[in-house]
């Protein structure tokens, strides 16, 4: 394995019902489960911040996409969504819907960038094959 650029490292007790942290302290979160799973709604569950890491590495990754083909997509927004969704042997998967509006670029520039990004992005590599990804590109799944 080739020498990591960045590790990240985390501590959490009690599971979805407890505390996390990273060990700089930057974040430090009460955990807890969604209403939707009987839960108190009263702190952050794993999806969430899935989907706020996913979002966040792919929307760099379009920029950096977006600069090398001399386009620029520093107006990026993506409004990402991570489901918990059972499946019928009593397990779960994960699925993740990202909406990507790219305002400086026409739809067929936003379509190329999206796709070109998905293949690069690190979060999509860990994904692809395991969790259905969901891209929609100016308003256009794809």
């Not at 807890?32 to 792919?58: H, K, M, S, V």
């Not at 059972?86 to 960038?113: H, K, N, W, Y």
């Amino acid at each position: 394995m080739s020498k990591p650029l960045y590790t990240a490292q985390a501590h959490v007790t009690g599971g979805r019902t407890g505390h996390g942290h990273t060990t700089d302290r930057q974040l430090d979160l009460v955990l807890r489960q969604p209403e939707e799973l009987g839960g108190d709604g009263e702190g952050t569950n794993p999806e969430q911040l899935f989907a706020i890491g996913y979002a966040a590495c792919f929307n760099t990754t379009l920029i950096l996409v977006a600069q090398r083909t001399g386009l620029s997509a520093d107006d990026a927004t993506i409004d990402s969504s991570v489901s918990l969704i059972p499946t019928t042997d009593g397990r779960f998967r994960l699925g993740v819907q990202m909406r990507i509006t790219l305002p400086s670029a026409t739809d067929e520039q936003a379509t190329r960038l999206v796709r070109t990004a998905h293949q690069i992005c690190p979060y999509s590599n860990a994904t692809r094959n395991n969790i259905d990804v969901v891209l929609i590109a100016n308003g256009t799944p794809l």
